[in-house]
């Protein structure tokens, strides 16, 4: 599986963004799409993930009442939706990718494949 993200950049506190991610490749499994980040110094966070139905999906409790995480499984392409960002949310941001075997697996990805990474950074 290859993926590609898009949409980081430059923003001010409080505003938002919205990441997207392509999957090519083995989209005809059942593949379990999320989001992770790094920040500068610090080890790589899981945000989200939604199952490959659509049905299911997580998003961690650090920022749920921002972030959204959805796909599109007609454009192969997965979504994450950021509102009210602070300074603390700038890192590198990943989209991923795994096999899904469970429903549960939403909560608990570790991501086999990865995606390049897509710079978010929010000014104060």
């Known amino acids: 599986v290859q993926l590609q993200a898009y949409g980081g950049g430059l923003v001010q506190t409080g505003g938002f963004l919205k990441l997207s991610c392509v999957a090519s490749g083995g989209t005809d499994s059942r593949i379990l799409l999320g989001w992770f980040r790094q920040a500068p110094g610090k080890e790589r966070e899981f945000l989200a993930a939604?199952?490959?139905?659509?049905?299911?999906?997580h998003v961690v409790d650090s920022v749920k009442a921002r972030f959204a995480i959805s796909r599109d499984n007609a454009k192969n392409t997965v979504y994450l939706q950021m509102n009210s960002l602070k300074p603390e949310d700038t890192a590198v941001y990943y989209c991923?990718?795994?096999?899904?075997?469970?429903?549960?697996?939403?909560?608990?990805?570790?991501?086999?494949?990865w995606g390049q990474g897509t710079l978010v950074t929010v000014s104060s």
């Open positions: 991923a990718a795994e096999v899904q075997t469970s429903r549960a697996q939403v909560v608990r990805m570790r991501g086999a494949y």
């Open positions: 939604v199952g490959w139905t659509g049905e299911t999906s």
